[in-house]
């Protein structure tokens, strides 16, 4: 079986661990450009590690097998993350849902501002907030938003794999 998907998926799960420890306390990015710099990110490593199976397949690779490599190394990567996220609200810095709270509302904030949104679609907006990310930052809402994740993963794998794949010429 073909493990390139280990090296990629660590690859991507230590990438994610170090961008979350920078954001939530070096950095003053928004929310939104995380969740947007992490997608981009497991589409690129996404990329790299289908390529990188074809390239040690004699330039050749099934879709089949492309999905599974592409599935895999996203699933451990964002697993790498989520544990990562888990243990450090959960058990490292507890305070750090303030922080991620914060964060959040000014996201919001901004980008209901920016699309010429209402105040009171801001004001409802951070309620919901308020109310739902204390409950999506416990251990049980870590492992739920694992396997919302899994969904964009398994997308975003089915996606990639068409452009990586690259069946044997016939003769």
Known sequence: MNTIWIKYGLTLGVIIMMMQILIYYFLDISMFLFSVGY???L???MILAG???RK???QTLTYGESFKTTLLTGALGTLIGNIMMMVLVNFIDP???DVILEKSISSVQSLVLAFGGPEQGVSEAIEKIEEELPKQLTVTGHIK???SAMIFVVV??????????KEKATD
């Open 56 to 58: 040690t397949n004699n």
């Open 43 to 45: 589409f690129i490593i």
């Open 145 to 147: 938003s694992f396997f």
């Open 156 to 165: 975003m794998a089915a996606v990639v794999s068409v452009f990586v794949r």
């Open 39 to 41: 997608y981009i990110l």
């Open 95 to 97: 305070g750090l849902v």
């Open 51 to 53: 390529l990188g199976h």
